[in-house]
């Protein structure tokens, strides 16, 4: 069945249409269930800030017509209920969104659900409203996703987004129903994430010299406790899960250039301007990295409720590992053979401080080379990367598992598809909307046990060559659309042409929220 007349991107389960029209001059007041206050605040700053947006200030609904948001049982078949995915309590987003020739209604079990369908009216408004007034066709939907973790990275340290810039951008992913944020807070070009016992990581890890821009920055970049508290909030009446990353042991020049210390040649070392894989990380021979790691540890447990951290753990060089004596030592000590395999020693201590302050480690994929001896503690998430291998790996190994293959269509930073590449270009890609709508979280190689700890995927947003935050949106829409769709809609009823004719219309949505989007072939 062809979904056009409503165009929601992603296709909701199932959207059955009625007779007649919804009519309204202006738009209807929000209403309901004391239980649903804060959503329905929510949504109503939203719509309040899209009408803005459109050029219309809402004059107010017609008298007697109300949007209802009310309490009603949880749609059967919503995955993110099932059993097989534990820690996720909140998880029941299903709803109900009933428009008929009087009124319109969202009913859902929880706030999460009657959320997602304020999100899907939303999506309706921005399309609908016309000459003052919304005219929608009478139709019944039913929803709830196909994965939990529906996500989007933001790299804020090789490009510092300021925190309106991020909850513009929670409100537009919200929209797709994305649910985590992952915020990649510190890497080689920058330390975002302020740490009391440790002041130099912002005080000389979180400036920025930017060659290219020209410019230094007078003040270092980074998010203070009180705009975190701030974000992780406003993601919260959202139901965005804000899940941060502190990168460890590699992409650590920041911390070096701040602690020099902590690494194995004792610098000097610099806040890294350029980009690629630096050899400096920390060292593995010196006890202190596990101090600095506790504290940043309690200062990210104190500010995110999430119950997850990311550690990174990607991209770890051993060069100075071989030649460092302290590393040496330790590698004697702990009867192991590669230098490589401090990694998995350093990652499982990792995971298990953690652990003690009732948090779950998530590691990209190379978490999972372990050394005989020290494996991946069985509780840590694998977030698969270089394609999907990790991933089907992780997952028949019993690891929980979230997709962001970069050859699947997840990293939004890669060119549009038909963009020529440039000679000595870095990256992979360039990646299409097709590419990205292909992506799907369990591969053929899954067994069904393996298939069952897959939580989702998510598109991840790599800033180095962002000179300006707009450019970012450009990357970004429209494949987070695509991606939205491969992660939120039943397998059967992905349909890319379909989507495409729902996407001409949802550009127009995009287009009224003052987006800059990509415009070029679908495939
Ligand atoms: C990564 O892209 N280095 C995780
Ligand atoms: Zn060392």
Redesign the pocket.
């Known amino acids: 069945m062809k979904e056009t007349q409503l165009s929601i991107i992603p296709r909701p389960v199932s959207v059955r249409y009625g007779e007649g029209f919804f009519r309204s001059t202006g738009l209807p007041p929000l209403k309901g269930d004391d239980a649903f206050r804060g959503e329905i605040e929510t949504a109503a700053g939203q719509l309040r800030q899209d009408m803005e947006r459109m050029g219309r200030a809402n004059a107010g609904g017609e008298a007697g017509k109300a949007i209802l948001c009310r309490k009603e049982a949880a749609q059967d078949g919503n995955s993110s209920r099932a059993s097989t995915k534990p820690a996720f309590p909140d998880a029941d987003e299903s709803y109900r969104l009933c428009i008929t020739g009087e009124s319109i209604t969202v009913g859902a079990a929880t706030g999460a659900g009657i959320y997602q369908g304020l999100q899907t009216l939303r999506q309706l408004v921005l399309s609908h409203f016309r000459d003052g007034a919304l005219t929608l066709p009478c139709a019944e939907i039913t929803d709830y996703p196909r994965f939990p973790w529906r996500g989007f990275m933001l790299d804020s340290s090789r490009h510092f987004y300021s925190i309106p810039f991020i909850k513009r951008l929670l409100d537009v992913l919200s929209l797709h129903h994305i649910n985590r944020f992952h915020w990649h807070l510190t890497d080689d070009q920058g330390w975002r994430l302020p740490v009391g016992e440790y002041p130099l990581l912002t005080e000389v890890g979180s400036l920025k010299k930017d060659r290219r821009m020209r410019s230094t920055p007078s003040k270092s970049l980074f998010y203070s406790e009180e705009e975190i508290r701030e974000l992780v909030h406003y993601a919260a009446c959202r139901h965005i899960e804000v899940v941060p990353e502190v990168d460890l042991p590699g992409h650590a020049s920041a911390i070096l250039a701040s602690y020099p210390d902590l690494g194995c040649t004792g610098g000097p070392y610099e806040v890294e301007e350029r980009f690629g894989i630096f050899d400096d990380v920390l060292c593995a021979g010196n006890d202190r990295i596990f101090d600095l790691a506790a504290k940043v540890f309690d200062t990210l447990a104190r500010l995110f409720p999430s119950s997850f951290v990311h550690i990174g753990g990607?991209?770890v060089p051993f060069v100075r590992w071989e030649a460092c004596p302290k590393c040496q030592k330790r590698l004697a000590e702990l009867g192991l053979k590669k230098p490589g395999e401090l990694q998995s020693w350093i990652i499982q201590r990792l995971v298990r401080m953690l652990a003690e302050r009732g948090k779950t480690a998530i590691g990209?994929d190379e978490v999972l080379e372990d050394s005989e001896q020290f494996r991946l503690p069985k509780e840590a998430v694998v977030m698969s990367?270089r394609g999907s291998k990790g991933g089907i790996r992780a997952s028949s190994l019993g690891h929980r598992v979230i997709m962001a293959p970069?050859t699947g269509g997840c990293y939004l930073d890669y060119k549009h598809a038909d963009e020529p590449e440039e000679p000595g270009q870095m990256y992979a890609g360039p990646i299409s909307v097709y590419t990205s709508y292909s992506m799907d979280p369990v591969t053929p190689e899954m067994s069904e046990e393996a298939a069952s700890l897959i939580l989702g995927g998510q598109g991840?947003m790599?800033s180095e060559l962002i000179p300006a935050a707009r450019i970012a949106e450009y990357m970004i829409f429209p494949r987070l659309c695509a991606l939205s769709e491969a992660l939120w809609t039943p397998r059967d009823d992905k349909d890319f042409d379909d989507f495409s004719r729902r996407l001409a219309v949802h550009r127009k949505r995009l287009d009224r929220l003052g987006l800059i989007q990509y415009r070029g072939p679908l495939k």
């Open positions: 990607d991209e990209w990367w970069n991840n790599w």
